[in-house]
């Protein structure tokens, strides 16, 4: 199975702040790479696929990038309403595999 | 709209089994698989499995293969997911979660996702 991890596990950030969560993978992936949100008691939602494609309606200020193994989830700028748990997961091989989680919450 | 509704919250002793239904509606049902992602309480996601909502083929993770089952009902737009010989260890949420791109087993990115559906395996 490909082992997904993610740094940091949390981050404390403000309102405003630029915020960056990478992720790795055990074995090259390539571009097969999607990125969650998820709020207490919710479940996820999909922000990036692809690696860098955006999923519909989401902000522009979330933003993906990287392949092969090494990935990153950057938000430009981050709102209230960011502040949650993101995910990352790979899809290029079966099982299916999720990082651990980083948890962004308010400084 | 998509959406999928999921069968509500159980409560099951160890050694029972547990089935629960996820509903679909805004699409047609047939064409795009579905999977399940399960979380236990304050943990990370889990995935179970696929089953292709055409033809009801299925994969699973190794680590549930021998205790789920998975299987649809086309006249009704439903996908249900069975796990039998429940532990504590069982004790999450199970969601369903649709495949983002039609026609394809092999799509790993899940647009849509169901509510959640608690199961608690107590004594």
């Known amino acids: 199975d490909i082992q997904m991890t993610q740094s940091p596990s949390s981050v404390s950030a403000s309102v405003g702040d630029r915020v960056t969560i990478t992720c790795r993978a055990s074995?090259?992936?390539?571009?097969?790479l999607a990125w969650y949100q998820q709020k207490p008691g919710k479940a996820p939602k999909l922000l990036i696929y692809a690696a860098s494609s955006f999923q519909s309606g989401v902000p522009s200020r979330f933003s993906g990038s990287g392949s092969g193994t090494d990935f990153t989830l950057t938000i430009s700028s981050l709102q209230p309403e960011d502040f949650a748990t993101y995910y990352c997961?790979?899809?290029?091989?079966?099982?299916?595999?999720f990082g651990p989680g980083t948890k962004v919450d308010i400084k | 709209q998509v959406q999928l509704v999921q069968s509500g919250a159980e409560v099951k002793n160890p050694g029972a089994s547990v089935k629960v239904s996820c509903k679909a509606s805004?699409?047609?049902?047939?064409?795009?698989?579905m999977h399940w992602v399960r979380q236990a309480p304050g943990q990370g996601l889990e995935w179970m499995g696929i089953i292709n909502p055409s033809g009801g083929g299925t994969s699973y993770a190794q680590k549930f293969q021998g205790r789920v089952t998975m299987t649809r009902d086309t006249s009704t737009s439903t996908v249900y997911m069975e796990l039998s010989n429940l532990r504590s260890e069982d004790t999450a949420v199970y969601y369903c979660?649709?495949?983002?791109?039609?026609?394809?087993?092999?799509?790993?990115?899940?647009?849509?996702w169901g509510q959640g559906t608690l199961v608690t395996v107590s004594s």
């Open positions: 074995q090259g992936i390539s571009s097969w």
């Open positions: 805004g699409y047609t049902f047939t064409i795009y698989y």
């Open positions: 997961q790979q899809a290029n091989s079966f099982p299916f595999t």
């Open positions: 979660a649709r495949a983002q791109t039609p026609y394809s087993s092999s799509s790993g990115f899940f647009d849509y």
